[in-house]
Each structure stands twice: as C-alpha cells, then as structure tokens.
C-alpha cells in the first residue's frame, strides 16, 4: 500500500508541476500581449500627434544650382556616399539630397507626392539601394510629418522577426518587436539615432570646400578576415515597403522622370556578410524590367570600384552588413557616378535596355 500511495503522490507532484508550467506560460503570454497592446496604442497615439509639424521645404533641403532637380533618395548609406556638390557641379543640377537613416520606400514615395505639389518634375532621380532595404521600415516620426492622413505601422507584428531570437519572437510579441519599441522610446524621448541597422558613423563638418559637407570622422574598417562571422540573408521584395518603390517607380514614370537605381559599393567583408547578392540584384533587376525610364548602376562590382581597399570604407567589417563609404570613398564614388550620368545624360540613345545598365 506503501508504494502505491507514493506513486500516487509522485505523479501528484508531477501534475502539479505541470498544471503550474501550464498556467505559468498561459498567464506570461496573456501579460506580454497586454503589455504590446499598451506599448503598440500609446505608439499609435504619439505618431499621430506628430502630424501637426508638417514637412518643410526649406533653404537647406537644396544645394547647388542648375538646369534642374536632381533627387537622390536612399538610407545613411547613401547620405555618405552621394557628395552633392559634385553631382551638383558636374552634371549642372540642383541637387535635393533625401537620404538619412530611416527613409526607405514608403518615406520616398510619399516625400515625392508632396515634392511635386510644390515644384516641376526633377529632371532626375538617384536612388541608393541597400541590401537590407525590404526588411525595414520608414522612421514613423518621419512619416508623421507628412500629415495625419498616412497610416502608420510603427509596431505592427506582422511579418517582423527579431533576429536575435527568431523562435523567442515566435513566443512573445515584446521580443519580437523590440527593436521597433526601442525606436519608439529612443523617438519619444528625443534621442538622435544616427543608423538604421548598426552604429552609424559619427560625423564632423567637412572644412574647405564652398559648401561644407558631412564627412566620418574616425574609420573604423576591420581588415582582418576572422575564421567565422554572421552571415545576413536576403530578404526578398516587396518585403516590408517594396509596394512604395513600385508606387514611386511608377509616378517617375508617369512624369517621364530618368530614374537611376545605384547600387553603393560595400567593402569585400560586407559583401561576405550579405552573402546572398545575387537574390538581391535579380530583384532589382526585375523590378526596373517593366520601366523604361529605369536603369541599374551597379557599382558593387569589383571592376567598378575598389572593394577590398579599406580606406574606400568607414566601417566595413565581416560580420557587419550596414557598411559606408569613408569620405575618400564617397569622392570617389560620386565622381564616377558624375561621368556615368554625364554620358547618360548627353547621350539618351545609349542602347540600354530597362533594368540593365547603359554601355559604357
């Protein structure tokens, strides 16, 4: 009788212990939802209450001068890699340089709408691409700004994953959303964030040139191949906001606007880390196919700019997806970029095909 009675009361013990893991996991899931939902409304309502600070033009969204416009959209890895004041000398063109960390697709799309209530059509646009460019979102306190009218999705669940964890975010939605709700918070509390993927380069003023531009100012590329790293993937279009480049491409269209699509150099330990350029570049190229007015320049070609000379490059690492051109880089870069759109520019009958790049 003995033994049956313990028995009993070690399968008691384990019933209980499982009845408790049971309620344990039920009420953390119950809570962490509940938590989301708070965080997700009071997101909901600060964005919106940003909308009363509409967008500007102002005096500084403008360099140079010229025979027209030339818009250069992209992420802070454009921002470092376009110098305006050669693309503005060279090509004789107004440059208004739309690129910082945080303005992806939907922010272009909408920036250009409100662009074209105000002025002419440009008379072209430079869009840097990145490979990360469909898994992110627009900054909301950006889109905020272009009125009440957008829909925001600054915590929206959907399709996201932290990729710290990817099967903790499965579990639980304040994981899976941190990295939003850090931007919330960092918003809120008016942080500055400089980057949308890693640490962004910390920056000075350029000296001695008419107009002064932003420049790194302390180089941080790793030249050292370590025997392992952590690979990004490819995240394929639309992604998160691929519908808005589709929106865009297709208003530059519409407007008979010649539209550039750049792909930026990356130093070789980048490219080693988004291993999956290929996806990346026959998405771009199928995307510009429908569009006449499109042409990819791919400059993240070994025969198109030095990538594996470290001093090209501020922060390229193995390991380190988000990589910028140093300031040498970007003279560099904008200079050979200047002659490709010179010749394409004096030259519309130049046998290019869409989504392919013009003879050179």
Known sequence: MSSTNGFDRCWGKAARAFLYTVLFVASFLVFDRLVFLGVRRGADRYYASLGTTALQFSKGTFFGSGDGDLLIFGS???????????LSSRLNKRVVKEAAAGKFPKYNHYFYQKYRRTFPRPRAVIYGLDYFMFEKDSDSSELARFGRDIKLSALDPGGRVNPTSPLLSRVSSLYRMKPAIDRFL????????????????PVKKWPGRKKRLTAHRIRRTNTVKPDSWQTRTYQVFPGREGSYLLKLLSDL???????????????????DTNFEQDKFKADIRSLAA????????????????????????WDGA??????????????????????????????VNTGAGPGKEPAT
Not at 186 to 201: C, N, T
Not at 253 to 271: E, Q
Not at 296 to 311: A, E, I, T, V, Y
């Open 76 to 86: 802070s890895r454009a921002r470092y890699a376009f110098a305006q004041d050669i």
């Open 253 to 271: 269209k519409n407007d008979a606007v010649p539209v550039f699509l750049v792909i930026i150099p990356d130093y070789i330990g980048a490219n």
């Open 186 to 201: 960092g918003d809120m509390m008016k942080f500055d964030r400089a980057a949308e993927d890693d640490d962004a380069a």
């Open 318 to 347: 193995w390991g380190k997806s988000n990589c910028h051109l140093s300031l040498k880089g970007m003279l560099d870069f904008s200079g050979r970029l200047a002659a490709e759109l010179k010749r394409a520019f004096k030259d």
């Open 290 to 313: 429908p569009f006449e007015n499109v042409r990819l320049l791919d400059f993240n070609r070994p025969d198109r700019f030095d990538l594996d000379d470290p001093k090209f490059f």
